[in-house]
């Protein structure tokens, strides 16, 4: 079946450090790809999504390109704020079907 | 536009005991679907309906729980009995129905702990 793998944390970075959260997917077909992000005590909201290959999706500052020769799907940001500190989570989904999510990614920001 | 609300955030029960949470979605969106995430691993996906139709239901653990979306507005998901695995948060989302949209917009789940 459908999986999804990223990168196991937690990760700490400094402020304005670049920030690289590996993810990996397994799927039959092209499925759309996304980031989700849970900031702390709120619920997930939608980070950027690309829904074929080589889309790039974008947002607050935030990037990822979707790779079908890698199956991949990395978060990138340049430089990153201690507000960025959360849970970020990458998932996978075909049209209005289940997504398919990574064990997430705890991320902490120090000033 | 007022998101996917969820109820309760918090609760807190003994084994052996029944827990119903609800999830009100977007105004509009007919898929609604229901996610878990114990104990920090990964969401998992239980249900997706459709208005008052499920239309998958195989991430279901058991027959323990119940969903249900009466008049394909609001939904309910029953444990009963509750077990000390069912632990975790849990998040219902939801979504338009046109068949390009693939964007789930998500609530802030409920934190069930189960004692």
């Known amino acids: 079946g459908d999986s999804v793998t990223q990168m196991e944390g937690p990760v700490t970075l400094s402020e304005e450090a670049f920030l690289t959260i590996n993810c990996t997917y397994t799927a039959t077909g092209y499925p759309s790809l996304f980031w989700y992000v849970q900031y702390p005590g709120e619920g997930l909201q939608l980070l950027l999504k690309?829904?074929?290959?080589?889309d790039k999706g974008s947002n607050k500052g935030f990037e990822a390109t979707y790779r079908k020769e890698t199956t991949s799907f990395h978060l990138e940001k340049g430089s990153v704020q201690v507000s960025d500190s959360a849970v970020y989570f990458c998932a996978l989904g075909f049209g209005n079907e289940k997504l398919t999510f990574g064990t997430g990614t705890r991320l902490t920001i120090i000033p | 536009e007022a998101g996917v609300t969820q109820f309760p955030s918090h609760s807190v029960i003994e084994k052996g005991q029944t827990v119903t949470l609800r999830c009100d979605p977007i105004?509009?969106?007919?898929?609604l679907y229901w996610y878990r995430r114990v104990m920090g691993k990964e969401i998992k996906f239980l249900l997706h309906f459709v208005k008052e139709s499920k239309q998958d239901e195989s991430g279901m653990p058991n027959n323990r729980f119940l969903a249900e979306r009466t008049g394909g507005t609001y939904s309910t998901l029953k444990v009963q009995p509750a077990e000390l695995e069912d632990s975790g948060v849990y998040f219902c989302?939801?979504?338009?129905?046109?068949?390009?949209?693939?964007?789930?917009?998500f609530g802030p789940g409920t934190r069930l702990t189960v004692l």
């Open positions: 690309a829904t074929k290959a080589d």
């Open positions: 105004s509009g969106h007919d898929n």
């Open positions: 989302a939801s979504s338009p129905l046109a068949t390009s949209t693939d964007t789930q917009y």
